[in-house]
Nanobody, 127 residues
Framework: VQLQASGGGLVQAGGSLRLSCAAS????????MGWFRQPPSKEREFVAA????????TYSNSVQGRFTISRDNTKDTVYLQMNSLKPEDTAVYYC?????????????????????WGQGTQVTVSS
């Protein structure tokens, strides 16, 4: 599956952004999806994941309560709504499709379990 992320930009602290990730190729609804981010000079980290049918989600502690992951399988798109943004949310954000392990059970949060990645979209939060 090919992924194309969009929606990043520059926003003031406390503001909101919605990222989108459009999929093409193999059936989007066959994949659990995730969002990851890589802050400047830091390693890539997990942000959120959603099950193939949208029934369950999981979040990192740092974004829990502020970010919401969702998907629309009729549009082959996954979203990340980001509210109450903080300067420490500044990063390149990547969407990814889980390509290893089962689609049931606990949602995967390791980047190694996601084999298809979008190109990344920059989010910058000013203080």
């Amino acid at each position: 599956v090919q992924l194309q992320a969009s929606g990043g930009g520059l926003v003031q602290a406390g503001g909101s952004l919605r990222l989108s990730c459009a999929a093409s190729g193999r059936s989007f609804s066959n994949y659990n999806m995730g969002w990851f981010r890589q802050p400047p000079s830091k390693e890539r980290e997990f942000v959120a994941a959603i099950r193939w049918n949208g029934v369950s989600t999981t979040y990192s502690n740092s974004v829990q309560g502020r970010f919401t992951i969702s998907r629309d399988n009729t549009k082959d798109t996954v979203y990340l709504q980001m509210n109450s943004l903080k300067p420490e949310d500044t990063a390149v954000y990547y969407c990814a499709a889980q390509t290893t392990g089962s689609l049931v059970g606990l949602l995967k949060v390791r980047s190694a379990d996601f084999g298809s990645w979008g190109q990344g979209t920059q989010v910058t939060v000013s203080s």
